[in-house]
């Protein structure tokens, strides 16, 4: 199972996009979260239209603006590009994020043009992947973030969203045999406290046999890119 990407930035490299990916099977469009920047790069590439796309299941991981921060434009264009023919859209979201996620739609007047659909009801649903597990993980404080892990007839496929839980890829590496890849966020920065994945440990902890199947995103830096290349691992690229 290979997802596409929007995006590959995180929140402040703007010149790579928020990091956003996707497939499609027939007429949906399976969208894993929605920044500032992904509704306008949707547009851009004409992905809707140009795939006559009639249904859109978004998953949102967490709720960061550069995850969340184009949400309800992608929505409101569902509804109304072309009012004879709506997309109907569905949030797919873990219960920590459905109060949340809910008001700021709401507020932003646009809760009438979506349903939320628990995740296990995806399963089965796609010849992309016969099951779909959201993990909690830890990214800033307390507030809850999600990973999500699709089982595949190739094995399983793991994205991390945005996590600070090095364990949790460490156990992973270690535990899960069948990981047909990994899609995980990293950045250069190294500190106590670093609410994202530093490159520096994903090179101690992930052995280079597994590296062609690890796929990283949601870089700080153009630097970070480069060096991540030089590791020997593989690096998403954007849809133009």
Same mark, same amino acid.
């Given at each position: 199972m290979e997802l596409k990407f929007l995006g590959r930035g995180g929140a402040f490299l703007v010149e790579e996009g928020n990091t956003s990916a996707f497939f499609i099977e027939g007429k949906t469009l399976f969208l894993?979260?929605? =920044? *500032?920047s992904v509704?306008? $790069?949707?547009?851009?590439?004409?992905?809707? $239209?140009k795939n006559q796309i009639? $249904?859109?299941?978004?998953?949102?991981?967490?709720?960061?603006?550069?995850?969340? =921060?184009?949400?309800?434009?992608?929505i409101y264009y569902c509804a109304y590009a072309d009012i004879n023919n709506p997309i109907n859209f569905s949030i797919v979201c873990a219960k920590p994020l459905m109060d949340d996620l809910y008001r700021m739609l709401e507020a932003q007047g646009c809760a009438d043009f979506f349903d939320f659909v628990p995740a296990e009801t995806l399963s089965n649903r796609y010849r992309s992947f016969s099951k779909i597990q959201l993990i909690r993980t830890a990214h800033q404080g307390q507030y809850p973030a999600f990973c999500v892990e699709f089982t595949t007839n190739d094995g399983k496929v793991f994205y991390s969203g945005d996590t600070r839980d090095l364990e949790l890829i460490h156990s992973y590496v270690r535990e899960v045999?069948?990981? *047909?890849?990994?899609?995980? *966020?990293?950045?250069l920065l190294d500190y106590s406290g670093n609410a994202h994945l530093s490159l520096r440990v994903l090179n101690e902890i992930i052995p280079n046999n597994l590296r062609p199947k690890v796929f990283l995103m949601h870089f700080d830096s153009a630097d970070c890119i480069k060096k991540a290349e030089e590791l020997g691992f593989q690096v998403v690229e954007c849809i133009q």
């Open positions: 894993i979260d929605c =920044g *500032e509704f306008s $790069k949707i547009v851009r590439v004409n992905l809707l $239209k009639n $249904k859109v299941f978004c998953l949102i991981t967490h709720m960061h603006s550069d995850h969340t =921060g184009s949400l309800s434009s992608l045999p069948d990981i *047909e890849r990994m899609y995980l *966020e990293t950045t």
